[in-house]
Structures are given as structure tokens and as C-alpha cells.
């Protein structure tokens, strides 16, 4: 079998604004990432690779591997590379997509984006394992970030085979459905501290590896952002849209409207899908004008329509422009300073100007505001929200 390791540091040329991993890696997309000193660190795909960055380049190694599972060598059929990680890491961060023309594209569109964005540039959606994305996005449910990176964790180092070490610190590759199945597990997650979300993870592992044919989660891949995976995709026996492959995962245990897109948009390569949780909501609300409806969980009409509303605003990759205003709302990222602007030379012309003093009556005749109010039934949330500060009353 040919390696698929380096041990020495490599580098991508990269700058911030085509990809932040310092930002990426923490917005709540995958949680298995985890950083010693300055360097990122995860297995992906039966290697352990570690990352860091500076302004110009992506620097990139994978550690030696104690064993290669199996299940995650690449298809023969592919060219055989002793070493494809570059092409891996291209893969997982979406790098097809020219991110500079989709800011642009949103923020001509989006007045609001174009205020939020320039905080926030380099963030894009991974192109993750579509099995991981599931159950790590089930175990989202009424949680947040960090609590949510802590089960990924557990379920990595009960289950996951080991496949390296950095220093002391064991790293594992995510389990695989059949390692996930059985009451047992269901048991044991319930002590490990997962709650009632133990039963949906047992359960959605013995649907897909009992009940579904082989490759069932890859064959919902959409067909115009193929994945990494090599395991053989079935034959689809509908036409294959975003709008199916988020019906078809409703069907599993454990998966809403919410975790459905998430799979979708992170899993799944349907960019389209966009997640409406807490923040989403509160953004609608706070940014877009909809309704200020206090509730617990959302209503499925409520949920379309604002899915419905970005996706008229922000086009194809509607899930992408979302995933930068969702982050800009967290509040981890709330104090994130404004990028360093470049020095530009700007020549000045001064003019005289005969001023006109006549007075005219300028003021607008008042305008009826109509404002549509949107009810929602309920609401779930699963991360820790950005505070919204009121201006105490002063006495005049």
C-alpha cells in the first residue's frame, strides 16, 4: 500500500480573505478540530493532519499513521499519489468556489451583508464526511458549540479507531455506523452524558447500516459538488434535488428541518440549504424585518419562509452567505477586530463652490408604514446567543 503521509511542513498559497481557519474550524461546522499551541489538529479520511496559517499561506503535515483503516483508502481508480493530501485539504475547504465573487455577489445584494462581511471574510462551508456531518449534527439538538465538540470527542475515542498522537494526545477517526448501532451503544452514550439524543444516534446507525442499501448517505451527495468518500453510491431511484435529499433525511431518527439542512449544506455539498436555528432566527428578526414573535420552536411554514427569503437574496450558495452573518453573530466572535485596511494614496482636488442660501421647504410628506407580522409557533435553540444590549432610560 503507497503512503499517504508527510512529516515535514508543507504550504498552500492562501491569503486570510480566500480562507480563515481561525475562524472556519470555530463556527460551528465540524468539532472534532482541536488546537495545541498555534497548529489545528484532526483526522480526516484515516490521517491526522495538523494546520496552521499565516497571511499568505496554508501550512499543512500529516502525522504518521499507527494503522489506515481500510474503509478510508481512496478509490483505486483515482491516480495514485504518494501523497494527495493537498488535494484532500482543497476538497475539505471548498476551494473551487472563488469566495472573493460570492462576498461581492452577496453584499451588491445584501445591504446588511455588506456591513457584517468585512469582519468576517475567509469563512467557507467544509466540504465534510456526509456520516460524520449526520450524527455530530444530531448531537447539535438543543446544545451548544462547545458541549456539542465534547460528544464528538467522546464518540470518537470510544468508538473511532485510534490513528495517532501528538505529543501525549490521542486522536481517533470518526466511527463508522455499524460502531454506532446497538443498545449497547444507546447504554453507553446515555452514561457518557448524551441524553435522549443516545437513542437518536443508535437508531440512525442501524437504519443506515441495516436498513439502507450500501452508500445510500453518499448517493445524496449533490452530483455538482462530488465527495471524497469511495464507498459505492446506490443508484437513485428519484430525481436527485436538494429539496428530496432534505425529505429523505427527515425520514432518520433524530433529524429536523435544522440538523437535515446542516447535512445538506455541510455534508452534502447543496449549498442552497440554509440552517434556520437561534441565530438565524434572530437575525431574520433583528436584520430582515420579520416578525418579533417570542416562541420556543418554529412552525415548518415558518422555517420554508425564512429559508426561502435568503435563498431569494444570497442565489445558489444562499447556506455559504448565511454561515458568515450566523458566525457574526456568535458571541465568541463578537469582539473580532476589523481586518487592518491596506494603505491606499488618495489624491485630493478642492474646488470653490458659490453657496446657495435660499431656504426651501424640504420637509417629506409623512409616509404609513405597513408593518407583516409572521407568527411563529415554536423555536429550538442550539448555540449560546450574541447579547443584544437595550439603552437604559435616562429621566430628561
Known amino acids: 500500500m503507497h503512503s499517504i503521509w508527510v512529516s515535514e511542513w508543507r504550504k498552500l498559497p492562501l491569503g486570510l480573505t480566500d480562507l480563515c481557519i481561525e475562524t472556519t474550524l470555530r463556527c460551528g461546522q465540524s468539532f472534532r478540530w482541536r488546537k495545541i499551541g498555534d ?39 483515482k491516480p495514485c499519489n504518494d ?19 460570492l462576498y461581492d455577489q452577496w453584499s451588491k445584494s445584501d445591504p446588511n451583508f455588506r456591513k457584517k462581511a468585512p469582519k468576517f471574510t475567509g469563512i467557507r462551508i467544509l466540504s465534510q464526511d456526509p456520516w460524520e456531518a449526520l450524527i455530530a449534527f444530531i448531537c447539535s439538538s438543543n446544545n451548544n458549540i462547545s458541549r456539542i465538540s465534547q460528544m464528538v470527542h467522546k464518540l470518537c475515542l470510544s468508538y473511532g479507531p485510534l490513528i495517532g498522537h501528538i505529543g501525549d494526545e490521542a486522536f481517533h477517526d470518526f466511527p463508522t455506523p455499524q460502531a454506532l448501532r446497538g443498545k449497547k451503544v444507546e447504554a453507553h452514550l446515555r452514561e457518557l452524558g448524551f441524553g435522549y439524543r443516545a437513542k437518536y444516534i443508535a437508531e440512525t ?52 428541518p435544522k440538523v437535515a439542512d446542516c447535512v445538506c449544506l455541510m455534508g452534502l455539498g447543496w449549498g442552497e440549504a440554509v440552517p434556520v436555528d437561534t441565530h ?57 477586530p476589523e481586518p487592518e485596511p491596506e494603505p491606499v494614496s488618495v489624491k485630493a482636488e478642492v474646488k470653490e463652490v458659490e453657496k446657495d442660501t435660499t431656504t426651501k421647504n424640504t420637509s ?8 407583516v407580522t409572521v407568527k411563529v409557533e415554536e423555536h429550538t435553540s442550539t448555540q449560546t446567543a450574541r447579547p443584544v444590549r437595550k439603552r437604559k432610560k435616562t429621566s430628561g
Open 83 to 101: 501523497d494527495d493530501t493537498e488535494a484532500l485539504l482543497k476538497h475539505y475547504f471548498s476551494m473551487k468556489h472563488d469566495l472573493a465573487a
Open 364 to 371: 417629506p410628506r409623512p409616509r404609513k408604514r405597513h408593518r
Open 205 to 256: 446507525a442501524r437504519v443506515v447500516s441495516e436498513e439502507r442499501p450500501e452508500g445510500w448517505l453518499e448517493s445524496l451527495i449533490n452530483p455538482d459538488n462530488p465527495g471524497w468518500s469511495v464507498a459505492k453510491v446506490g443508484i437513485a431511484t428519484e430525481p436527485l434535488g436538494y429539496r428530496h435529499v432534505h425529505e429523505q433525511l427527515l425520514l432518520l431518527s433524530g433529524v429536523g
Open 39 to 77: 497548529e489545528w489538529n484532526c483526522v480526516l479520511y484515516g490521517r491526522l493532519l495538523s494546520l496552521k496559517q499565516d497571511k499568505t499561506h496554508l501550512h499543512y503535515r500529516v502525522a504518521p499513521p499507527i494503522t489506515i483503516p481500510t474503509a478510508t483508502v481512496k478509490d483505486e481508480s
Open 280 to 336: 438565524v432566527w434572530q437575525i431574520a428578526q433583528r436584520d430582515y424585518r420579520f416578525g418579533k414573535v417570542k416562541t420556543k420552536t418554529f412552525s415548518k411554514v415558518m422555517y420554508d419562509s425564512v429559508g426561502d427569503h435568503f435563498r431569494k437574496i444570497w442565489g445558489e450558495q444562499a447556506g455559504w452567505a448565511q454561515s458568515v452573518l450566523f458566525t457574526a453573530n456568535l458571541k465568541s466572535f463578537s469582539d473580532k
